[in-house]
């Protein structure tokens, strides 16, 4: 991959992981923020995050992660040295801030027990079949998505015969349908990936195909794109259906066509990548910076400018109000991540015993169903 392209792919994920903190941040409470047209595409980010994903991780699986073991300890070490400490954070920031002011949270934080969640959500179960909030950490619901459209991924690549067939069909039966109803948008970005045909194209139509999200996102905010697409849906399943049993999927058809406008921007970002090398070079340094700690930005923003919220707001005049709340929130983010995706080799050894374990069970596994799928 071109130097260029690289860092455009870290500058697109840092402006997604940026776009969902402003998004909450001025969605949220008593912040003193409010929606405009450049802090309204919360979950449109998540759809860029997603064909993200599938573009950069048959990348990844590629060139540095030959072998199921290699792409299973890359992931989950990345997965896993931000998604649990965040949790425990959010458990944490949520105890405080509903001791300071508990009206804060009202809708925002569900009843029950928060540790049997947190625990749904440790081993990614929270969005399969049932969505299962994490306490006020709704940005949680993707990671569940993308952590099954990997597993999917990595038996669809890795694994041959029948060991293809029984390791695709559980994990499409665990992940369940509303995270398949999305997979097709990671798809996307492993088709931007793969494909050619961009690398014929004269530089002006590769340019009009790089910038075109932007016009897309600005009808989308124009004409209500994804509202209008999700009572389309409402209005064929019924509400309760949609709100309730479509959870974060409700929203596919505007996803879709968002998917396609960003796999169609990252297939010309490959022929474009000198020009993308020259135009960002100057950034190298903060892009690099910020992506570094973007997972931890997104995983932990929501219950951050809570807490600081509770804390805070106040104490705190109205002309000052909002941008302190996000000061700290972010101060509070690049310290997490100093211990989190920072230090996330530190967890390399544990995931390597877990997945060599794990692999010796489903080896055994799978011998033994193979006679019966075979008389099946």
Not at 208 to 215: H, K
Not at 247 to 261: E, K, P, Q
Not at 299 to 309: G, S, Y
Not at 346 to 351: E, G, N, R, S, T
């Amino acid at each position: 991959m071109h130097r260029g392209q690289s860092l455009y792919l870290d500058f697109l994920r840092l402006i997604a992981a940026l776009e969902v903190f402003a998004y909450h941040l001025c969605g949220l409470p008593n912040t003193g923020l409010h929606r405009a047209m450049w802090n309204d595409f919360g979950h449109d980010a998540v759809t860029i995050f997603f064909v993200l994903s599938g573009f950069v991780i048959p990348y990844a699986a590629r060139s540095r992660e030959p072998d199921p073991r290699g792409f299973a300890i890359a992931r989950l070490t990345r997965i896993y040295s931000v998604a649990i400490p965040c949790l425990a954070l959010t458990y944490v920031f949520d105890r405080i801030g509903h001791g300071v002011d508990p009206a804060l949270y009202t809708g925002l934080s569900p009843t029950g027990s928060p540790l049997l969640r947190l625990g749904i959500g440790a081993v990614m179960l929270n969005e399969t079949w049932v969505s299962v909030q994490m306490l006020s950490n709704t940005p949680y619901w993707s990671i569940s998505y993308e952590f099954w459209y990997y597993v999917i991924f990595a038996a669809l690549f890795y694994l041959r015969g029948r060991q293809r067939v029984i390791g695709t069909f559980v994990a499409a039966l665990i992940a369940g349908p509303f995270i398949l109803l999305l997979f097709p948008i990671w798809l996307l970005g492993w088709l931007a990936y793969r494909e050619r045909l961009t690398a014929s194209w004269p530089v002006w139509l590769l340019w009009m195909a790089f910038v075109q999200p932007v016009v897309v996102l600005a009808c989308f905010y124009q004409f209500g794109v994804q509202r209008l697409g999700g009572q389309l849906l409402e209005s064929a399943l019924g509400h309760e259906v949609w709100w309730r049993h479509l959870a974060w999927s409700r929203y596919v058809l505007s996803d879709t066509l968002l998917g396609f406008s960003i796999a169609l921007n990252l297939a010309a970002s490959k022929s474009l990548s000198p020009s993308l090398d020259w135009v960002l070079h100057r950034f190298r340094t903060p892009i690099p910076w910020g992506v570094a700690r973007s997972f931890t930005l997104y995983l932990l923003h929501q219950p951050a400018i809570l807490v600081v919220t509770a804390l805070l707001s106040t104490r705190l005049p109205p002309n000052v109000r909002g941008i302190t709340i996000a000061a700290v929130a972010l101060a509070i983010v690049a310290i997490v991540s100093q211990f989190t995706e920072l230090r996330r080799n530190a967890l390399k050894p544990l995931v390597e015993w877990a997945i060599d374990l794990l692999w010796s069970w489903w080896t055994t596994a799978t011998r033994k169903l193979g006679p019966v799928v075979a008389r099946g």
